[in-house]
């Protein structure tokens, strides 16, 4: 099972982490302090005290103290995990250090195992090791390595001289990361009085502080001296009122926080309006309540409220549980929520620019992450990048350049006669009343007042996984002209364009290609003024997986003859990075950086578009913002001596400098994870029957496992399935009632979305009869082992 799955939330298991503004502050000290307060004002209770990872001699760790001055209480129970003799930095202490995952997973048992242990309230106080980011055993900084965790923290304030910057320091990186930081300790220091200064800078963000006198100094060779002048010391300290309020009012938070969960699906459904849901019968138990998320996971309220169901976890102590994010948070998550890289990268440039107006000026992280998208995607064709803030409005613009593109060079007039775009069925660019009318009517946008489809959708065979065999499912209409089903060794050979492109398939498509546009343009008169396509796989329309030899055809097709679209000599392109026949789109919002397993979805094509839209991954999940790369040749249709000639659309965050810094890390990261081999052993997995791709043959590949895949191919209510990239998609016998509204998948997102047998959940989403599981591009390979048996049994098999 995944270690890294998330935070601890019990009713009757209160936990707080000890966090130290810096080393030699009192940490241990104020732990000793909150157990015996603990044990004094709530007797009932028991403490626990949880230090991780310890380094010194054993006879001053941190558990021993604890527990020899609260000796007298054996309701305060004391342990160290890893103890390690060295007096120096943990990362430097250990040879072999076990994993992040691994210690986690070690924490999160003993804390289980903690809350099995009373049925009455307790309190863990898990003290860490140093300053916030002091190094781990594996050298993560501390404040990253028990993020998943998200325990309420205490933090120990530094009492020494620099010890106001160290200590606001160290909140603003909890704080960062997403910890609740509910109390402030220090000791009072008569010369230095930082305590003054940060009792009033903590009181104005809610959080208490409580200042205590320090410890008596030590006396030398005077060991039962110093023991008896400490434990008059604590036994004073633990009586104050200071301490006592600050441990109600902790309480008084923990109960705050757990009924606040449990009523937010309640007023939700009262106050929210969701996207893409019918809301007349929808009920609270419905709506998943998300209280913080971590890596592949969200953490959600627990709302079985049936002990029997989570006997393993303690029943309905258990508030959060852990749910894998299986639609990617709408297909934007790709380097793990609460990614701290990106998190920085949005604090840095939240910290220098907040959000400045892009027209005519420029900021470093607009430039920057232009310059690396042109030389990231760009075979040489594209050259400009326009930033709008989410994919519906990217491809709106993208759209709005195709259009006067065309119009400039067959100098066509639009008051006469409007142009549509040519595009594939199930296409789906956006909710934004200009994209919806580049669709064919459906179940988006057929009931939109003022839509009205333009243009021509090709309908297109589809690939998947039949019985073990890869199968290119060619549409009952279109057989006459394409012939039927056509079987493939391979998925790397559906993408061996260049020999499949001479094939009898493949003359076959630009037959039929070709004479589709002849009848459109020709017999039927209509003008069209742009090819619009999702590379690949067309998400919202049914996760469609098109044959990319059909798509490739298109694009040739389109490309090879302009004189379809305008008699006129002027059609002929310039130069090779001009288009011609029609402006291509390319809308890879979904499909882009690294989610079908390549930084771009055209480069299965073949094909490099004139118009380029990226969104979604593109911030790696943080924040929206969308980038609509264009050709030199689409731009140079709007240069002009009149305003009205220029591209005249805009948002006001256009070019928002916190999502650039932001996207330009999230591009870089997934580069480095290519470069480096990150996703080396899923390639070896779908490499042909004989090893190694072919010389020169770009490699097709899923995190989901071959054989996986293979396996589900089998089971007797899926009708196909695929995977490519973090992608696998599952298409259920549905007969009849197959598409967007069909609930053929209500059993399988049920099945998915609560178990009791299992420690976690998935939130998982489906489109029509097709079920799809999303991981992120830094999921984990036991986690996708996991996930593939949970599937397996979600289908019955």
């Known amino acids: 099972m995944p270690a890294l799955l998330g935070s601890h939330l019990s009713r009757t298991l209160r936990a707080f982490q000890i966090y130290g503004a810096n080393t030699n502050v009192g940490k241990t000290i104020f732990s000793t302090i ?28 941190d558990d ?63 003290e860490t090791a140093g300053g916030v980011h002091s190094p781990t055993l594996s050298g993560t900084s501390q404040a990253d390595l028990y993020r998943p965790l998200r325990l309420p923290v205490l933090l120990v304030a530094d009492p020494r001289l620099g010890g106001i910057s160290a200590s606001i320091s160290a909140f603003e ?26 009792g009033e800078y903590f009181a104005k963000r809610g959080i208490r502080t ?14 039962e001296r110093d023991r008896e002048a400490m434990r008059e010391y604590y036994e004073t300290q633990c009586a104050d009122e200071g301490v006592r309020d600050m441990l109600v009012e902790l309480e008084s938070r923990h109960a705050r926080r757990i009924d606040k969960l449990a009523t937010m699906a309640d007023e939700a459904v009262s106050t929210i309006w969701y996207p893409f849901t019918q809301h007349q019968h929808l009920t609270a138990d419905a709506i998943t309540a998300i209280d913080s998320a971590h890596g592949d996971f969200f953490q959600t309220y627990n709302n079985t409220n049936t002990r029997a169901a989570n006997e393993k976890n303690k029943g309905d102590d258990v508030v959060l549980r852990p749910t894998f994010d299986g639609s990617g948070s709408w297909w934007t998550q790709g380097l793990g929520h609460a990614n701290p890289e990106l998190t920085l990268a949005a604090a840095y440039a939240a910290g220098r620019y907040g959000h400045v107006m892009f027209a005519n000026a ?42 006067r593109a065309s119009r400039a060079r067959y100098a066509w007039d639009h008051t006469q006669r409007e142009a549509g775009v040519i595009g594939l069925k199930g296409s789906y660019h956006g909710d934004t009343i200009g994209v919806m009318d580049c669709a064919e009517p459906g179940v988006y946008n057929s009931e939109v007042e003022w839509y009205r489809g333009r243009g021509h959708w ?54 039929y290609i070709l004479k589709t546009l002849e009848r459109l343009t020709q017999a039927e008169g209509r003008r069209f003024g742009a090819l619009i396509i999702e590379p690949l ?10 044959d990319p030899l059909f798509q490739h055809t298109l694009v040739a097709t389109v490309r090879a003859n302009p004189t379809l679209f305008s008699p006129a000599p002027t059609t002929a392109a310039p130069d090779a990075t001009s288009w011609s026949g029609l402006p291509v789109i390319f809308d890879e919002v979904f499909t882009g950086m690294y989610r079908l397993g390549r930084l771009s979805a055209a480069s299965f094509l073949q094909a490099e578009a004139d118009i380029s839209v990226h969104a979604k991954l593109l911030t790696g999940g943080l924040l929206p913002l969308c980038a609509t790369l264009a050709s030199e040749s689409v731009f140079g249709a709007f240069l002009g001596d009149e305003k009205k000639d220029a591209l005249l659309h805009g948002h006001s965050y256009t070019a928002h400098a916190v999502g650039c810094s932001v996207a330009r890390e ?46 589900v191919s089998f089971v007797a209510d899926v009708d196909s399935v695929w995977a490519l990239g973090s992608v696998l998609a599952v298409n259920l016998r549905a007969g009849d009632k197959a598409g967007y509204s069909s609930n053929a998948a209500q059993g399988f997102l049920q099945e998915m979305g609560s178990r009791a047998s299992r420690e976690w959940n998935v939130h998982a989403r489906a489109l029509g009869n097709v079920v799809y599981i999303m991981a992120s591009q830094t999921t984990g390979v036991k986690t996708i082992e996991v996930m593939q048996e949970e599937i397996v049994k979600a289908l019955g098999a």
């Open 34 to 61: 909150l157990a015996k307060a603990s044990r004094r004002h709530f007797p009932a209770e028991t403490v626990f005290y949880l230090k991780p990872v310890s380094t010194g001699a054993p006879e001053d760790a």
């Open 64 to 126: 021993g103290h604890v527990a020899r001055f609260t000796d007298a209480d054996a309701a305060v129970r004391a342990e160290c995990l890893l103890q390690y003799r060295d007096p120096v930095s943990p990362h430097l202490v250990a040879v072999e250090p076990p994993s992040d995952e691994s210690l986690l997973a070690t924490i999160r048992q003993r804390i289980a195992t903690y809350g099995c242990r009373t049925t009455t309230p307790s309190t863990l106080l898990l």
């Open 173 to 198: 990186s909890l704080h960062m990361r997403g910890y609740d930081v509910e109390g402030v300790l220090l000791f009072g220091d008569a010369y230095y009085r930082n305590d003054g200064y940060l």
């Open 210 to 223: 409580v200042v205590l006198p320090p410890p008596p100094e030590r006396v030398v060779g005077g060991v």
């Open 362 to 403: 420029i900021h470093e992280p607009g430039l920057e992450l232009a310059k690396t998208l042109l030389g990231s995607l760009s075979g040489g064709r594209l050259s400009r990048v326009f930033y709008s803030d989410n994919g519906s409005t990217g491809c709106e613009v993208a759209v709005k350049m195709g259009l």
């Open 458 to 511: 090709f309908d297109f065979p589809k690939v998947g996984m039949k019985k073990g065999r890869w199968i290119i499912e060619v549409p009952e209409e279109m057989r006459d002209d394409l012939g039927q089903d056509v079987a493939m060794e391979s998925l790397a050979d559906i993408f061996d364009l260049q020999p499949r492109a001479n094939s009898e398939l493949g003359k076959k498509y630009q037959r």
């Open 537 to 546: 796989v067309l998400g919202a329309g049914g996760m469609l997986f098109s």
């Open 666 to 711: 999230s591009v870089r990261a997934l580069v480095r994870m290519d470069e480096r081999g990150e996703w080396e052993a899923a390639k070896r997995d779908w490499r042909r029957e004989k090893g190694e791709a072919r010389k020169g043959e770009a490699e097709v590949w899923s995190v989901w496992r071959r054989g996986f895949v293979e396996r």
